[in-house]
């Protein structure tokens, strides 16, 4: 019934071994999740955010992870759809920012640099009626300064644009900053980015691999980065891994990047070089 459904309804599925097996995948990571959450079995790593300039560290963008009791640490492909589709997304997204407010606070506290901390947040729980309220609590527990704090949202949140009108004027409020992840695949309009106060677009990674081998993906960045100069809107690009493609977002006038060019996403404590130091070395990874 689920398969038909996910194809678009009236229709008919049959029965097989592999929807057999899904069907126990999702039930075993569901009943997982809601399991680590009651035994804290998550934690955060970030990813360096890099000016193209000088490689100087704008900011970290952190990423859950599981901490899975037999398959060890689980990428947040691998279970962030079940958690949508059983509504335990709202407890995982409340937890990274709880979690990563807190971590950016005790480095501040410490003496380290003051770096920008993206946190992405599903559409379905931007949109609850206590989302502000839940990001006032947390930035008033860990005494973060809301400038640093950017929630980043997905093009299928703007969906409902009266709703995401209000929720974005509501953070932006609060001294929020809100920036538009994965840009270029989903649904968005120019009307949209108009009328919402947003403040950054993320070039989604599918189009920066391409950047260097394919016209058309390149003529896409150049025509973000273009349109989001003329929306006065910042511009970061996801998935930077070679020198090629940082020499050509820089080209194109692209401010910030992210990527294993820089650094893969690690826990806080292996960062803290990079953020001591306040630069980011070129890697190369085999």
Known sequence: MYSAKTRGRNRTCFYTAGLASRAAEYLSVEQGLKQALEANDFEVHYQSLIALSDHAVTGLDAL???????????????????AEKSGLIDALDCWVLSAA?????RWLKAGGISV??????????LTRDN????????LGET????????????????????????????LKALGVSIAID???TGYSSLSVLKDLPIDRLKIDRSF????????SDAAIVKA???MSRTLNLKITAEGVETEEQRASLRSMGCEEAQGYLFSKPMPFAELEPMLTNKRAEVMTFN
């Open 64 to 82: 859950i992870r599981w901490k899975h009791p037999r398959e060890g640490l689980l990428a947040p492909a691998r279970f962030i759809p079940v």
């Open 101 to 105: 407010c807190a971590r950016l606070a």
């Open 116 to 125: 920008r901390l993206a946190v992405n947040v599903s559409a379905a729980h």
């Open 131 to 138: 989302f502000c309220e839940q990001v006032e609590k947390v």
């Open 143 to 170: 005494g973060i300064a809301p400038s640093l704090l950017e929630i980043e949202i997905t093009e299928s949140a703007l969906h409902d644009t009266e709703v995401s009108l209000c929720v974005v004027q509501d």
């Open 182 to 184: 994965d840009f270029g």
């Open 208 to 215: 920066v691999q391409k950047l260097t081998n394919k016209a």
């Open 224 to 226: 973000i980065i273009s």
